[in-house]
């Protein structure tokens, strides 16, 4: 039995409400179509090196930039299947400084440190509040206790996984390189590179702050620009996989190979605002259960925009939600502040 909270579009419609308001009130230049700087928040994904598929463009030697990003994902998942049980219900927050410079040609070095935590959410009301005022099922979040956070996950009774605390503290560091491929440095950029990352357990695994494994992880990322009558569009994508040594989160179950990709798309109509699109998915990251949470391909939708307040600063507000139901969060808000030097 499947007892499941579906936020679907209607719950994007005040995060793109306050993008719209946001673009009404800006007048700058200097925007550029890339991906979202973000990845599955799920309180079990977000442990493990999954990168976001990043610029297929490198900063160039002796440049770079720093990004503050801020996932804040709503979590509420019930699911049994025979002698399985799990419970994911809270919110969990990541923030993250991602740098990264230009160490010589066509060659990037980066790092990131994030903070994350979990906690109750404090979007419970108003999630409920949404559902009830348009009559929407509600999947049981309403027989649950409100600004909860509880992550567990039974086995014939046996509590295998259980998180009831709210924490926050330094997460997985990742270090990180990459290697321009192709760019032909024209007015419309077509670009290709290969990225590669480092993520190294120094994060507390107990309390769900990292994952307590090595994980490496390297991929393709590629873009394409194109001048419209109306500004320009770009599509972008990436693809590539990541090794995993045995962590500390249901070792008996974690797989140490996944795989990962996505795809997406953006359109420029002024040089101050891009909206953009994004489907990004990934294998699972255990194996041996029949619930979708922990060993079903994730797949979710990221839809948004970038306002750029100068030639240096933009700032990304986006919304993500579970296209395949139960593998990632309800829904998460993302924004990521850039700013290039």
Same mark, same amino acid.
């Given at each position: 039995m499947i007892q499941r909270n579906r936020i679907g579009a209607h719950a994007s419609a005040p995060f793109l409400c306050m993008f719209m308001v946001l673009t009404a009130a800006c007048s700058c230049l200097g925007a550029e179509i890339t991906p979202f700087y973000t990845s599955n928040q799920s309180p079990i994904v977000q442990i493990f090196g999954l990168p976001a598929a990043e610029s297929a463009i490198l900063s160039p030697v002796g440049k770079g930039k720093g990004t503050l990003i801020l996932d804040i994902a709503n979590n509420f998942s019930v699911n049994r299947q025979g002698a399985e049980e799990i419970l994911l219900d809270g919110e969990s927050y990541r923030t993250t400084l991602a740098l990264r410079y230009g160490i010589a040609d066509r060659l990037e070095a980066g790092l990131d440190v994030p903070v994350v935590g979990h906690a109750g959410g404090i979007f419970d009301s108003f999630i409920e509040g949404w559902h009830e005022f348009f009559s929407l099922p509600e999947g049981g979040r309403k027989d649950e206790p409100r600004d909860r956070v509880l992550y567990r996950y039974q086995r014939g009774g046996e509590n295998r996984?259980?998180?009831?605390?709210?924490?926050?503290?330094?997460?997985?560091?990742?270090?990180?390189?990459?290697?321009?491929?192709?760019?032909?440095?024209?007015?419309?950029?077509?670009?290709?590179?290969?990225?590669?990352?480092?993520?190294?357990?120094?994060?507390?695994?107990?309390?769900?702050?990292?994952?307590?494994?090595?994980? %490496?992880?390297?991929? #393709?990322? !590629?873009?394409?620009?194109?001048?419209?009558?109306? *500004?320009?569009?770009? +599509?972008?994508? @990436? /693809?590539?996989?990541?090794?995993?040594?045995?962590?500390?989160?249901?070792?008996?179950?974690?797989?140490?190979?996944?795989?990962?990709?996505?795809?997406?798309?953006?359109?420029?109509?002024?040089?101050?605002?891009? %909206?953009?699109?994004? #489907?990004? !998915?990934?294998?699972?990251?255990?194996?041996?259960? *029949?619930?979708?949470? +922990?060993?079903? @391909? /994730?797949?979710?939708?990221?839809?948004?925009?970038?306002?750029?307040?100068?030639?240096?600063?933009?700032?990304?507000?986006?919304?993500?939600?579970?296209?395949?139901?139960?593998?990632?969060?309800?829904?998460?808000?993302?924004?990521?502040?850039?700013?290039?030097?």
């Open positions: 996984l259980l998180n009831a605390d709210s924490s926050f503290g330094i997460g997985d560091i990742r270090i990180s390189g990459a290697w321009q491929l192709y760019n032909d440095r024209q007015q419309n950029p077509r670009a290709v590179a290969l990225r590669g990352s480092l993520k190294l357990p120094t994060g507390e695994s107990g309390r769900l702050h990292g994952s307590g494994s090595t994980d %490496f992880s390297l991929w #393709l990322t !590629g873009s394409d620009d194109y001048a419209l009558a109306f *500004g320009h569009a770009t +599509l972008f994508g @990436a /693809a590539g996989g990541m090794v995993m040594t045995g962590g500390d989160i249901l070792p008996g179950q974690q797989r140490k190979i996944a795989g990962f990709g996505s795809l997406g798309a953006g359109w420029s109509p002024l040089d101050w605002i891009a %909206f953009k699109a994004q #489907l990004s !998915g990934h294998t699972p990251f255990f194996r041996g259960s *029949g619930l979708r949470e +922990l060993s079903s @391909a /994730a797949l979710q939708l990221l839809i948004g925009g970038t306002l750029a307040f100068s030639e240096r600063i933009s700032l990304d507000i986006g919304v993500s939600e579970d296209v395949a139901v139960g593998t990632s969060p309800d829904i998460a808000l993302h924004l990521a502040l850039r700013r290039q030097f």
